[in-house]
């Protein structure tokens, strides 16, 4: 379980660089703001895996559905950012009204972006929501 922890760690550090990056990148994407979208989701992204790293040793959970929840947390977490910089390049104002505006891509471009940022984002639900029905603290 100790390599668990650590890739939560690694990976939560990876993302919060990359969402330094992607911060500096700003001004060069078709919608800005999506793209200040994408930079903060990495960032506090990446802070909250590096928090699941350093939590998981300190909860009673079988290591099956720590694997499962941590894996999927981390992966699903990058899916959503990766779906956020798409949209942000292709300029994709449908799947993201808001920060999209009046903004429209291609329809293959939108399809991927909306797919992406579902898929991540019911992804880390459902590891958030199974963390939190499998959550019980190690007694010592």
């Keep these: 379980m100790e390599t668990l922890y650590s890739t939560l760690c690694f990976m939560g550090a990876l993302l919060f660089m990359l ?54 947390l981390w992966i699903s977490l990058y899916l959503l950012w990766i779906g956020l910089v798409f949209a942000a390049v292709y300029g994709t104002g449908k799947v993201l009204p808001i920060a999209g505006g009046a903004m429209a891509a291609k329809v293959w471009q939108e399809n991927t972006a909306r797919s992406l940022i579902t898929i991540g984002s019911i992804g880390s639900a ?12 190690v007694v010592s």
């Design 19 to 72: 969402g330094l990056l992607t911060g500096a990148g700003i001004p060069n994407f078709r919608s800005p703001r999506i793209g200040l979208s994408a930079h903060l989701a990495a960032i506090e992204s990446g802070l909250g895996l590096i928090a699941f790293g350093l939590l998981f040793p300190h909860l009673a959970i079988a290591a099956g559905w720590l694997a499962a929840i941590g894996h999927t």
């Design 126 to 137: 459902a590891a958030v929501l199974a963390l939190l029905i499998q959550w019980r603290w």
